[in-house]
């Protein structure tokens, strides 16, 4: 069963829009950080500053690599094997897709990868 290509394109634009939204915050986050040069004397202020500055890295890291997540994504698109599960083979769900469209297995892989996951680290 493949997906319509109206259904694929659809799904490279959501791709594309999210990538230039998230790489939009990044050069803002760039820009902010070079821009402003604080001076503050009192350590606390500091410590408050770069603890905020370590958590905007923090973010940006994990929307660093959900974009390269989203880039492989279109490459499935490109190559016909987006929204096939990379373990069975299987259709993933449109719904599944659309909440999650760089994942790469159907919700029954997941589920059962999940479980075996719980079972070895609990």
Do not use: H, W
């Not at 791709?15 to 990044?26: H, M, P, R």
């Not at 370590?54 to 190559?79: G, P, S, V, Y």
């Amino acid at each position: 069963m493949t997906m319509k290509p109206e259904k694929l394109e659809a799904f490279r634009y959501m791709l594309i829009q999210k990538i230039n939204d998230l790489l939009g915050e990044a050069e803002k986050t760039v820009s902010e950080m070079t821009s402003t040069k604080e001076n503050f004397p009192d350590p606390n202020d500091r410590a408050s500053l770069e603890s905020d500055r370590n958590f905007e890295l923090r973010i940006r890291d994990r929307e660093r690599k959900l974009i390269m997540k989203m880039r492989e994504a279109i490459q499935r698109i490109d190559e016909g094997t987006f929204g096939v599960c990379e373990n069975c083979g299987g259709p993933i769900s449109e719904k599944r897709l659309l909440a999650r469209p760089v994942t790469t297995q159907c919700i029954d892989c997941k589920t059962k990868e999940e479980k075996l996951e719980k079972l070895k680290g609990g």
